[in-house]
């Protein structure tokens, strides 16, 4: 009996430990210290109303915009409650014929050349917000006909807004999609 009532005991002061006390005291501190990331890393664009996450990619299909990496989520694109890729291998005929029709968009929309993986390939997550300086250099042309702006301009605003590795080594460079997107749009033609 003794037994019983001690492993309820801890039973309950582990719970209210691990399931209460360190997760308030965490969030807390990560509120204090980290206030803008701990409350999810939201944009503003220009008109003053949060436009997305910095952390999770937002769907762009318009010529105007520069397109993200493709999301495998379920339900709809970026949709961060089904994160996770497809899990099809290259060999898998649907992973082909996906892949195949994003590559042919791509070319539809004038982009020539090589193209780059990011632009082709889903990321782990399905949610990626980044892709590679390669990946947006591609876009130039068509986002600066379809805004009727120089190509030098666009270019300009891609690598104000490009961001290096992480202490100038961890990771590789990339650019946020939504946030070079934004950056555009605060221009005017």
Known sequence: ????????????????????AYPA????????????????????????KESGSALIGQPFSAPKYFWPRPSATTDFAYNPMASGGSNAGPTNPDF?????????????AGVAGPIPA???????SGLDPHITPAAARLQIPRIAKARLLDEGAVAAILSRTA?????????????NVL????????LKP
């Open 1 to 20: 009996m003794n037994d019983l009532r001690s492993a309820i005991l801890m039973f309950l002061v582990f719970t209210i430990i691990c399931g209460g």
């Open 25 to 48: 005291i965490v969030t807390g501190v990560a509120s204090a210290v980290f206030p803008h990331q701990a409350a999810g890393s939201f944009i503003t664009g220009a008109d003053g």
């Open 96 to 108: 082909i014929k996906t892949v195949g029709d994003r590559v042919a968009a791509l070319r539809t």
């Open 118 to 124: 990011d632009l082709a390939l889903a990321s782990a």
């Open 163 to 175: 961001e290096d590795r992480q202490l100038g080594l961890l990771g590789e460079p990339r650019v």
């Open 179 to 186: 946030m070079l997107n934004l950056a555009l749009d605060r």
